[in-house]
Structures are given as structure tokens and as C-alpha cells.
């Protein structure tokens, strides 16, 4: 690596502690002579009859008839005063823009919608910024831009601070990073991304993937992102690569919907979750067409440490997940104590349970053990578990009574059963891994909630088949439905002897935890 790149990756690193310095470069730094313009009529007046650059005007697109240098820190900045809906078209037409601004970018939008095309047949038009720690573009308040064509050359292709960005066509390209978003949305629908360290680096706003697009970071991660999710959605062919990972999360969370064809490639690994300060994280499958089949490589991180639960999969046919030294049929070492496995649905929460799931994690409501296989029927010993982590969470004691089963031994059962929580099936029988019923659930449930000390409400239940409830059940089912800890199943039925699944179970305790704490 030459000196170049070696100050241009350091500066990237930095700029990884402190991304936030970024967020605010749009708002505080103004670059001496910007021209501000706001409608197509007078950016022409002042490219053409000011500064006598070779444009046309037709209508509210600007087109370009030669290659332009800007004045030395000059940017052109579109915000409109009439209405975010005003729109200007930017036509590079095979020619040069470029400026050279330090910390600041060449053309920007604040306010209206700026969109940036390349009517030329061979597509080599060209936003460029080749001052010091530059940018070629930059959004921000409440500014829409439209990538569809051209190519940008800078240290970072697109700067987003705010405002919208859809990225659909050219390439956005930048030595550091292609794209580094703070806020607002970006979406991205084709075209190409690049980045010497990080293609996309996000830590802020949403991000989303749809359609077609390559992106590519050459030193890190194709795409990274802290603190937000970033969702696959209706993508009909995608490719990520990244000189160490494919797509990197630090606490959040990589969604893929609907996928027809994706490929992400890292030289270390596809994909990458990272957990700190015990923030939770998760990757989720959606959608019909999403298949699960082999798990390839994907490593996780909680705290530094590989995390045994969780660490990969891939799909059949749609989603190809591959670490680069598969092409190369190398082995691949796993970092110490990592566990690779293969995930099916069922390993999923569903989408109407994922906030619930991952906020009962983030409390510690959810034994390691049970945090997985959502979709998967509980056990009467694994309510148990669930039990004893919110009693104990509440209560800030370990319940040290117990009561022996003849067939099972779990300390679990022995603790709730201490407390009458639950009751043996018959002859000091537990029945551990029978599946609970939805009638059993809010039994134990109403006596969790006893022994806290903070009883459920007594009311009458009115499901319509409160008929079917066991008597012992009868009142417990009225407390739920009451306390909304539980919920029918649809019609107002309860439906009392049907299975309750991990993701049911969770969520219930969760609301439990609500109402005692």
C-alpha cells in the first residue's frame, strides 16, 4: 500500500470514530464563494451568463457542453424557495464537472429535487472534487437527489445528512467511502457504489436495498452500518463484496424480504453482526421466496467474543452468502470458540414479534437457550425457564425453594414448582416436555403473577369458546384477556389446547414484566 493510500485509509479510520464531525459539515462549514441557487433559470444564469460556462437550458434541465472547473472553493448548492417539489435535472452529457473544495462538496441539495444524468452514449460524465478530504455530493434537510447516471470522484462519493437519496443508475464512487450516510433515507436501485475502505457506511436514517445494484468496498466492507437495520427488499439482482466483509452490522440488524438474486462476498466473511454494550442484533429471513438451505460463513461478535448462537446461513437458490475463500476452495478459519450453523425459518421471530423478541432480550428476559427457533412449539420446562428469569429479574433474588419431580431434574421446573407456579401432571410427574397448551400458559401466567405480588385483574373472559376452557384454567384465561397478556387467535377464540410457540411465549412475558414491574 503506498503513502497515499495508507493517509487516505488513517483519515477513514478516524473518521469511523468521530462519523458524527461529518453530520455536521453541511450545517457549519460553508465554502468561501458557494453560489446558491434555487431553480434551473438561475443556476443557467450563473453557469452561463456570469461565468460564461458552455450550457443549455431546456425547460429544468441543465446540460452540459463542455467540461467545467469550478473556481476553487465553489459549490453549487440547490435549495429552493418555492417548494420541495421544484425540480432540476443536471445533464453531465459526457462532460467534466469539477471543483476542488477542502471538507466540502462540489454540488449539493438542500431544499427541491436535484436529479444528476448522463444523456452521452458512452456514459463518461463526471462530478468531480479533487480538494483535500472531499466530497462530490451532498443532501441534506429536506433535499431529494436523484443519482440515474455520471460518475463521482472524490474521497467520498455522496455525503447524506438529511433528506432523501435514490440511487439508481452512474456510479457513486470514493476513495474513503462511496457513500457515508448519517440521517435521512437511502435507497438503492441500481448503479454502482464503490469505496476505497467502505462502500456504504451508514450510522444513522435508513437504508434499504431494492432492483439491481453492485457495491463494493475495496479495503473493508461492501456495506456497513451502526446502530440502524439494513433491509434487502424486492431485490431482483444484487452484489455486494467487501475486502473483509460483504454487509457489517454493529447493533442492528441485516433484513432480507423477498429476494430473487443476491450474492455477498467478504474475504473474511459474508456477513458480520456485532453486538455491544449488550444491545441486541439479529439477521431475519422474509418472505416467501426466501428459502433456507447450506449455511456458509458468517461470524458474530458480542463484546469482542464470537457468539456461539446465530453465526450463519444462506439461502438454496436466492441468497448466496460466501466467504471469498470459498472461490478458491481454501479453508476458512473461524475466529476461536465460533460455532457454524445453519438456520431454517423456524429459527426466525416473525415480523410481528421481532420488536418484542429483541426488546425481552435487551432485558434479559430470555434464556440463551431459548432465543432461537422462535416459530418452535415451548415445552412446559421451558416456560418454566422464562418463568424464573422474570421472577428473578423482577424480584432481584434467586428463589431458592424447591420441589422434586420424579422425571426431570430441571432446577427450572424445581423452582417453580416451589412456588406453585406450576403443578406436577399426576403422581409427582412433571411431563417436562410435553408441549404447553395456550390454557396452561395463562394458568401459570395469573400464579407468576401472584406470587410477585402484583395479581391480575379478575374478569370474565369473553372468548367464544371459553366453553372448552379446562376448569382450572377458567378464571386465568378472563385475567389475561383483562391484563392484555394474552390475545385470541382471531374470530375472538382462545382456542385453550392449541400449542404456544417460543416467540408467543417471550411476548407474553414481556407483557407480564410490564405490569408487575
Known amino acids: 500500500m503506498n503513502k497515499q493510500s495508507k ?11 468521530a462519523v458524527g464531525m461529518f453530520a455536521a459539515i453541511p450545517a457549519t462549514v460553508s465554502a468561501a464563494g458557494t453560489i446558491t441557487y434555487d431553480s434551473a433559470g438561475d443556476l443557467f444564469d450563473y453557469m452561463k451568463n456570469y461565468k460564461g460556462y458552455a450550457v443549455t437550458l431546456s425547460e429544468s434541465t441543465i446540460t452540459l457542453q463542455q467540461d467545467i472547473n469550478l473556481d476553487k472553493n465553489f459549490a453549487l448548492i440547490f435549495s429552493s424557495a418555492t417548494g420541495d ?34 444523456s452521452s452514449t458512452n456514459g463518461t460524465g463526471v462530478i468531480e472534487n479533487i480538494g483535500s478530504d472531499s466530497i462530490a455530493l451532498n443532501v441534506e434537510n429536506t433535499g431529494i437527489l436523484n443519482v440515474k447516471g455520471g460518475t463521482t470522484k472524490a474521497q467520498f462519493g455522496l455525503l447524506q445528512g438529511g433528506g432523501k437519496s435514490f440511487l439508481s443508475g452512474g456510479e457513486v464512487s470514493g476513495v474513503i467511502i462511496g457513500v457515508l450516510m448519517t440521517d435521512g433515507t437511502c435507497n438503492i436501485n441500481g448503479g454502482m457504489i464503490n469505496g476505497g475502505g467502505h462502500g456504504i457506511s451508514a450510522s444513522g ?41 460483504g454487509v457489517s452490522a454493529t447493533n442492528g440488524s441485516i433484513v432480507f424480504e423477498t429476494i430473487q438474486k443476491c450474492q455477498i462476498s467478504g474475504q473474511v466473511a459474508a456477513v458480520m453482526l456485532e453486538a455491544k454494550n449488550n444491545i ?31 453465526t450463519s446461513f444462506s439461502t438454496a437458490d436466492n441468497l448466496t452468502l460466501t466467504s471469498w475463500a470459498d472461490r478458491y476452495a481454501a479453508p476458512v478459519t473461524l475466529p476461536s470458540g465460533a460455532k457454524v450453523i445453519t438456520l431454517s425459518n423456524a429459527e426466525l421471530s416473525s415480523v410481528w414479534a421481532r420488536e418484542d423478541v429483541k426488546r425481552a432480550t435487551e432485558l434479559k428476559l430470555v434464556p440463551n437457550e431459548l432465543n432461537k427457533a422462535y416459530g418452535q412449539q415451548t415445552t412446559r420446562a421451558e416456560f418454566c425457564a422464562l418463568a424464573v428469569k422474570l421472577y428473578e429479574t423482577i424480584k432481584g433474588v434467586e428463589i431458592a425453594e424447591r420441589m422434586t419431580f420424579v422425571d426431570t431434574d430441571d432446577i427450572n421446573v424445581e423452582k417453580m414448582g416451589a412456588l406453585n407456579v406450576v403443578n406436577g401432571v399426576s403422581n409427582d410427574r412433571f411431563d417436562p416436555e410435553a408441549t404447553l397448551t395456550r390454557e396452561q400458559a395463562a394458568a401459570m401466567l395469573s400464579r407468576l403473577a401472584n406470587v410477585i405480588g402484583k395479581p391480575l385483574p379478575k374478569r370474565v373472559g369473553t372468548f367464544t369458546d371459553m366453553n ?31 400449542p404456544y410457540t417460543r416467540e408467543q411465549s417471550i411476548m407474553t412475558m414481556l407483557r407480564l414484566y410490564d405490569f408487575v414491574k
Open 205 to 245: 436514517g435508513t437504508l434499504t436495498f431494492g432492483d439491481k445494484f453492485k457495491v463494493a468496498g475495496t479495503y473493508w466492507d461492501g456495506v456497513h452500518v451502526e446502530n440502524i437495520d439494513v433491509i434487502f427488499q424486492d431485490v431482483i439482482d444484487g452484489v455486494i463484496t467487501g475486502g473483509k466483509y
Open 85 to 118: 417539489d421544484l425540480e432540476v435535472t443536471l445533464d453531465l452529457n459526457g462532460k467534466k464537472l469539477s471543483g476542488e473544495t477542502d471538507l466540502f462538496y462540489v454540488v449539493g441539495v438542500k431544499k427541491g429535487i436535484l436529479t444528476i444524468t448522463d
Open 280 to 310: 441486541n442484533y439479529g439477521m431475519y429471513l422474509m418472505g416467501t421466496s426466501v428459502n433456507a438451505g447450506v449455511g456458509k460463513i458468517v461470524t458474530t461478535t458480542f463484546n469482542g467474543r464470537t457468539n456461539p448462537v446465530c
Open 7 to 17: 493517509r487516505l485509509l488513517s483519515i477513514f479510520l478516524a473518521l469511523m470514530v
Open 468 to 498: 372448552t376452557v379446562f376448569a382450572y384454567a377458567i378464571e386465568a384465561v378472563g385475567q389475561v384477556q383483562a391484563a392484555d397478556i394474552m390475545r385470541g387467535v382471531g374470530n375472538n377464540t382462545f382456542a385453550p389446547r392449541d
